[in-house]
């Protein structure tokens, strides 16, 4: 067989594999430009394929595991492969999307199997915050590689998926990814699984010194006008432009909505809090902050809470906010008071806008504590204390903790209407488009964790 002969068909060997498949409808079409093609580990070709391609234009970098060669195990090979594309996208500044795949890693190797998932766990480490990291479920990711799956900033599954420290499988699907908040995005199939990726890719800065985004954009549904008495999430939903919000950790933590969309064409994270925030729905929210903050995505943030259920998780949500350079506004459509004010709300979470609605609740402590504080001397001598007590209380969140008497202190930048809230969100981000930050001399904060 002839030099040309023997190198076609090796690439139709390969192209007929699942990695490649993958790799056809991840990437636009011919976009793709491969490297190592020909690597071999043992006596074939290494276990996945590797290079740069577009999505929507955008230039990404990408492993892909490929289950057809070994099943998808990891091997030396595989390491080098994998660590050139971190060092390609680092050089380049692009994303990384990672796509899983494999039965584990080839035991044959021993040490050098070990040091090559050790190689691989540090580099997307340190790679983190530097690009967007997007891991791709798409069958097993047991061991080792479920924890550099789970490092990327954003995890989306498919129904085959399986992310599990546990060679068993238990408890390695989708949605057990879901409920422990591991995986973001959790799809019906594989090929709603890689639209996801796709849709994600778009909205993400190419890395941390290259700023949101900006797209075409449709305009604001007529159907999500803004008005009093909606919650958090449906504020943020409703202000962001038409279809282009992505809801991240749905099911987990759901007293906190997060996720990514773009107003006026330019991608900003938003945040919702509504009701009491648990402790997952304040770790689901720091970790997005951060990572908006880590590639200076504005964070608008809607607040209609009334306290934490943990302090530990209160804490990391309020270092999350405070320590955040990035352009944030907030806006209080309902309650905002005592620890959820000073955490998410005001200068405490180093907000740079706030605003509220009129009819919102603003306070120091929640209203009954601090009006039994102040006012308890008018119950003396009650001869129905139970009524008249709640009488004073709502007498007195609606004298004394409006937005009004905080705007008078300066504790609140402006009080808009529910329908003026994207116009005035959108003239805060404008004016905040310059931000620029000198922090402290230090390597990082001890966050809870």
Same mark, same amino acid.
């Given at each position: 067989?002839?030099?040309?002969?023997?190198?076609?068909?090796?690439?139709?060997?390969?192209?007929?594999?699942? @990695?490649?498949?993958?790799?056809?409808?991840?990437?636009?079409?011919?976009? !793709?430009?491969?490297?190592?093609?020909?690597?071999?580990?043992?006596?074939?070709?290494?276990?996945?394929?590797?290079?740069?391609?577009?999505?929507?234009?955008?230039?990404?970098?990408?492993?892909?595991?490929?289950?057809?060669?070994?099943?998808?195990?990891?091997?030396?090979?595989?390491?080098?492969?994998?660590?050139?594309?971190?060092?390609?996208? /680092?050089?380049?500044?692009?994303?990384?999307?990672?796509?899983?795949?494999?039965?584990?890693?080839?035991?044959?190797?021993?040490?050098?199997?070990?040091? @090559?998932?050790?190689?691989? $766990?540090?580099?997307?480490?340190? /790679?983190?915050?530097?690009?967007?990291?997007?891991?791709?479920?798409?069958?097993?990711?047991?061991?080792?590689?479920?924890?550099?799956?789970?490092?990327?900033?954003?995890?989306?599954?498919?129904?085959?998926?399986?992310?599990?420290?546990?060679?068993?499988?238990?408890?390695?699907?989708?949605?057990?990814?879901?409920?422990?908040?591991?995986?973001?995005?959790?799809?019906?199939?594989?090929?709603?699984?890689?639209?996801?990726?796709?849709? /994600?890719?778009?909205? $993400?800065?190419?890395?941390?010194?290259?700023?949101?985004?900006?797209?075409?954009?449709?305009?604001?549904?007529?159907?999500?006008?803004?008005?009093?008495?909606?919650?958090?999430?449906?504020?943020?939903?409703?202000?962001?432009?038409?279809?282009?919000?992505?809801?991240?950790?749905?099911?987990?933590?759901?007293?906190?909505?997060?996720?990514?969309?773009?107003?006026?064409?330019?991608?900003?994270?938003?945040?919702?809090?509504?009701?009491?925030?648990?402790?997952?729905?304040?770790?689901?929210?720091?970790?997005?902050?951060?990572?908006?903050?880590?590639?200076?995505?504005?964070?608008?943030?809607?607040?209609?809470?009334?306290?934490?259920?943990?302090?530990?998780?209160?804490?990391?949500?309020?270092?999350?906010?405070?320590?955040?350079?990035?352009?944030?506004?907030?806006?209080?459509?309902?309650?905002?008071?005592?620890?959820?004010?000073? @955490?998410?709300?005001?200068?405490?979470?180093?907000?740079?806008?706030?605003?509220?609605?009129?009819?919102?609740?603003?306070?120091?402590?929640?209203?009954?504590?601090?009006?039994? !504080?102040?006012?308890?001397?008018?119950?003396?001598?009650?001869?129905?204390?139970?009524?008249?007590?709640?009488? $004073?209380?709502?007498?007195?969140?609606?004298?004394?903790?409006?937005? !009004?008497?905080?705007?008078?202190?300066?504790?609140?930048?402006?009080?808009?209407?529910?329908?003026?809230?994207?116009?005035?969100?959108?003239?805060?981000?404008?004016?905040? @488009?310059?931000?620029?930050?000198?922090?402290?001399?230090?390597?990082?904060?001890?966050?809870?964790?």
């Amino acid at each position: 067989m002839s030099a040309s002969n023997e190198l076609q068909a090796s690439r139709d060997v390969l192209a007929a594999t699942s @990695a490649y498949k993958r790799i056809s409808r991840l990437f636009d079409e011919g976009s !793709f430009q491969e490297i190592d093609a020909y690597a071999k580990s043992g006596d074939g070709y290494a276990e996945a394929a590797a290079g740069r391609g577009t999505i929507d234009g955008c230039p990404v970098y990408a492993y892909v595991q490929n289950s057809d060669i070994c099943g998808g195990a990891m091997s030396k090979a595989q390491a080098q492969k994998i660590k050139k594309v971190y060092d390609l996208a /680092l050089k380049a500044g692009a994303p990384v999307i990672g796509v899983f795949d494999s039965n584990g890693g080839r035991l044959d190797e021993g040490a050098a199997m070990m040091a @090559a998932y050790g190689e691989i $766990l540090l580099t997307s480490n340190n /790679l983190s915050g530097v690009v967007p990291q997007i891991a791709l479920v798409l069958g097993p990711c047991v061991g080792t590689s479920a924890m550099i799956a789970a490092s990327a900033d954003f995890v989306v599954m498919s129904d085959k998926g399986e992310l599990t420290l546990e060679t068993n499988g238990a408890e390695a699907g989708a949605e057990a990814a879901v409920k422990a908040g591991v995986c973001h995005v959790a799809a019906a199939s594989e090929d709603e699984a890689i639209a996801a990726v796709r849709s /994600l890719v778009v909205k $993400l800065p190419a890395n941390n010194l290259s700023g949101a985004p900006v797209v075409d954009f449709a305009g604001v549904s007529a159907s999500a006008a803004v008005a009093a008495g909606m919650s958090g999430a449906d504020t943020i939903k409703a202000i962001a432009d038409e279809g282009s919000f992505t809801e991240l950790s749905k099911e987990f933590g759901s007293c906190a909505v997060t996720g990514l969309a773009t107003m006026n064409g330019m991608t900003v994270g938003l945040v919702a809090f509504d009701g009491v925030i648990c402790a997952d729905g304040c770790s689901k929210a720091a970790r997005f902050v951060r990572f908006c903050d880590a590639f200076s995505l504005p964070v608008v943030t809607a607040v209609n809470a009334e306290g934490f259920t943990s302090v530990r998780e209160a804490c990391k949500l309020s270092n999350a906010y405070s320590e955040a350079t990035t352009a944030k506004a907030t806006v209080i459509c309902g309650s905002a008071v005592g620890a959820v004010y000073i @955490a998410v709300a005001g200068r405490g979470a180093n907000a740079d806008i706030t605003l509220a609605w009129p009819d919102a609740v603003v306070s120091p402590l929640a209203p009954a504590t601090a009006c039994m !504080f102040t006012c308890s001397d008018q119950l003396a001598g009650s001869a129905d204390p139970v009524h008249d007590r709640e009488k $004073l209380i709502a007498d007195y969140a609606k004298n004394e903790c409006t937005p !009004f008497k905080a705007a008078a202190e300066g504790f609140i930048e402006d009080i808009v209407l529910p329908e003026e809230t994207r116009a005035k969100v959108l003239g805060a981000l404008d004016m905040l @488009a310059g931000k620029r930050v000198q922090r402290l001399a230090k390597k990082h904060a001890n966050i809870q964790l």
